[in-house]
């Protein structure tokens, strides 16, 4: 696997990186999970600066501050609803993971970490999800040198054990 890429067992909002990611809703004016826990932990200003970029499509990114955050910004991106895997989902999920780093590598960000989009409250299968993330991370850090690192951060063991069996080797490249 790409040396650039690591996996831990954490809670998200602690991670010191340049950007981390928030799996947010269509609103992204702040919700529960892992969406919850960022606002909470960085404080009013992100829900203020969030009203102002007007919500996001399922699939795409936006970019704010982490205010008291220890990570420098938030990727705001929303995934698909799984609703059985006939609308696009897995593309849609795919796109989450090209648009949070395609704007990373635009805006100079050098370090990333992600939460497993889409695997809580919006019930997208673990391990489909995972082989998506592992297979969209890895084809873009091989085109993108500058990007030094990607963090997946796994808030329970179900997740930590699907990223490590996933990227041991059981995903083709
Ligand atoms: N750090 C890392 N991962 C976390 C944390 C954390 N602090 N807290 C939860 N997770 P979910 P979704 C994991 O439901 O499925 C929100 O209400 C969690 O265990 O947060 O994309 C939004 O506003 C799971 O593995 O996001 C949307 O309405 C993963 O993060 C909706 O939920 C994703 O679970 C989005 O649903």
């Not at 826990?37 to 501050?65: F, Q």
């Not at 993971?97 to 590598?105: G, I, M, P, V």
Request: glycine share 10%; hydrophobic share 40%.
């Amino acid at each position: 696997m790409d040396e650039r890429i690591e996996i831990i067992e954490g809670d998200i909002t602690r991670v010191v990186v340049d950007a981390i990611v928030n799996a947010a809703n269509s609103t992204l004016l702040g919700g529960g999970g892992v969406d919850g826990a960022i606002h909470r932990a960085a404080g009013p200003d992100l829900l203020d600066e969030c009203r102002g970029l007007h919500g996001c499509a399922t699939g795409e990114a936006k970019m704010t501050r982490g205010y008291k955050l220890p990570a420098g910004h938030v990727i705001h991106t929303v995934g698909p609803i799984w609703s059985g895997g006939a609308r696009n989902e897995d593309e849609l999920l795919a796109n989450c993971y090209r648009s949070c780093l395609r704007l990373a590598a635009e805006r100079g960000i050098k370090t990333v970490a992600f939460p497993a989009i889409s695997t809580g409250a919006y019930r997208f299968p673990l391990q489909r999800a995972v082989r998506i993330a592992l297979r969209e991370t890895k084809a873009f850090l091989s085109e993108h040198p500058a990007i030094e690192k990607v963090v997946f951060v796994c808030f329970d063991q179900d997740t930590l054990q699907a990223y490590r069996s996933l990227s041991a080797g059981e995903v083709s490249p």
